[in-house]
């Protein structure tokens, strides 16, 4: 199993920044794939950012130029830089991790989600 602790989430202002951790339970080299989904109420989760294997990323279009998704490799840790925040930015976001487990399933693991709410 792997275990997702996120910080960072708050109230900003539009145009202001915010910067999302996700500290993972594993060793990020043995996490397949992670990232950052939001969800943002009556709406679907969607994917916001992600490694998906190595150091390749994948963004959301909404959020390309604006975002970007890090990670400290010896801090097991992930991070979300967001950038010229936009109200429609508002959602509940979640670390995901991906991983294998012994049986060669690939399993799902999800942060507790933290609340980032940016005002006009």
């Known amino acids: 199993q792997v275990q997702l602790v996120e910080s960072g989430g708050g109230l900003v202002q539009a145009g202001g920044s915010l910067r999302l951790s996700c500290a993972a339970s594993a060793s990020i080299f043995s996490i397949n794939a992670m990232g950052w989904y939001r969800q943002a109420p009556g709406k679907q989760r969607e994917l916001v950012a992600a490694?998906?294997?190595?150091?390749?990323?994948n963004y959301a279009d909404s959020v390309k130029g604006r975002f970007t998704i890090s990670k400290h490799n010896a801090k097991n840790t992930v991070y979300l830089q967001m950038n010229s925040l936009k109200p429609e930015d508002t959602a509940v976001y979640y670390c995901?991790?991906?991983?294998?487990?012994?049986?060669?399933?690939?399993?799902?693991?999800w942060g507790q989600g933290t609340q980032v709410t940016v005002s006009s």
């Open positions: 995901n991790a991906r991983k294998y487990g012994s049986n060669g399933v690939l399993y799902d693991y």
């Open positions: 490694f998906t294997s190595g150091s390749n990323t």
